[in-house]
């Protein structure tokens, strides 16, 4: 005899996927209208020469995708953004980690040290970048007169004039911004791992620089694989950094993807080449996740 209040097999089963989804019913309806659904209108568009005015879409198959292999311009942009990225990467993950490094070895005023490291996060991209435009002032610069009080006069540069040194220059302002966010990931790991190793560490005769080595970076490795992850989608977001503090210039020296995107949409009026070259350049990063991805989790076997 079935027990009291206790429904069919199935309708249990029913139950258990029809409950998940109701609570996750919100998130889809906002994750399918505001991404899925640009994204699909994106690939769409990237078949078209619609130049954001026409009544109608003209298709034009792959000719887009064509235009941009051919076009040297797009190519040296995607160029640019793959050494964006790894400046990026290097300049926000490496701080985030090192101020996190730092930060758990402090006896006193942990939380003080965390909110001030995290403040920069909190502004405004494009803030960050007026500011640090400023910094690099060829003459009024604080960076220029910092060298000049050294008495390090000759290194001082136009720094954000100079085409070999632009793009380096954007990406210590976009990753001075952005290593609060990597550096609370790795805190929150940290507190995580076993105090105990350390320990035993220590009575091994581990110094500082191996504990950090053999114990915290292994302990971090679910959370680097986050946050490289997020770390490579975030960087192709400086568009905001670079046309704040160059325009892409000089000489089209820091003209990334998302700055050519933009040009060729909204100065030129293709969109639809503007379209097919955000195709490309997601397509580049989710195989470069991928891969990133499957590549650690092998390792970690």
Do not use: C
């Not at 027990?3 to 996750?24: D, E, K, N």
């Not at 097919?276 to 499957?294: E, K, M, P």
């Amino acid at each position: 005899m079935r027990a009291a209040g206790s429904g069919p097999p199935r309708r249990r089963r029913v139950w258990g996927y029809v409950t998940p989804l109701l609570l996750l019913a919100p998130s889809l309806i906002f994750y399918g209208v505001f991404v899925l659904q640009p994204l699909v209108k994106s690939v769409e568009l990237s078949f078209t020469d619609w130049d954001g005015a026409a009544p109608t879409l003209n298709y034009v198959g792959l000719d887009n995708y064509a235009q941009l292999i051919g076009d040297d311009r797009f190519l040296l942009a995607l160029g640019r953004t793959v050494i964006w990225s790894a400046l990026y990467i290097a300049l926000a993950v490496g701080g985030g980690l090192l101020f996190a490094a730092l930060i758990t070895e402090l006896r006193r005023g942990q939380a003080l040290v965390r909110a001030l490291a995290f403040l920069p996060h909190a502004l405004a991209l494009a803030v960050t970048g007026v500011i640090w435009a400023q910094l690099f002032h060829p003459n009024i610069g604080a960076i220029n007169a910092g060298l000049e009080a050294m008495h390090l006069g000759g290194l001082a540069q136009a720094w954000l004039g100079e085409p070999l040194l632009a793009l380096p220059s954007v990406a210590v302002s976009s990753g001075w911004h952005a290593y609060g966010f990597y550096m609370v990931i790795f805190l929150a790991s940290m507190q995580t791992i076993d105090p105990q190793l350390y320990e035993a560490a220590a009575i091994d005769g581990a110094g500082g620089w191996h504990r950090f080595r053999h114990v915290t970076l292994p302990g971090l490795h679910n959370a680097t694989t986050v946050v490289l992850t997020l770390a490579t989608i975030n960087s192709l977001k400086g568009f905001d950094a670079v046309w704040a503090m160059t325009g892409g210039g000089p000489a089209y020296a820091t003209e990334i993807v998302a700055v050519y995107i933009w040009r060729v949409a909204f100065q030129v009026g293709e969109l639809g080449l503007a379209a097919a070259a955000s195709v490309i350049l997601t397509i580049i990063v989710l195989a470069f996740t991928i891969g990133f991805n499957r590549n650690r989790d092998r390792r970690a076997v």
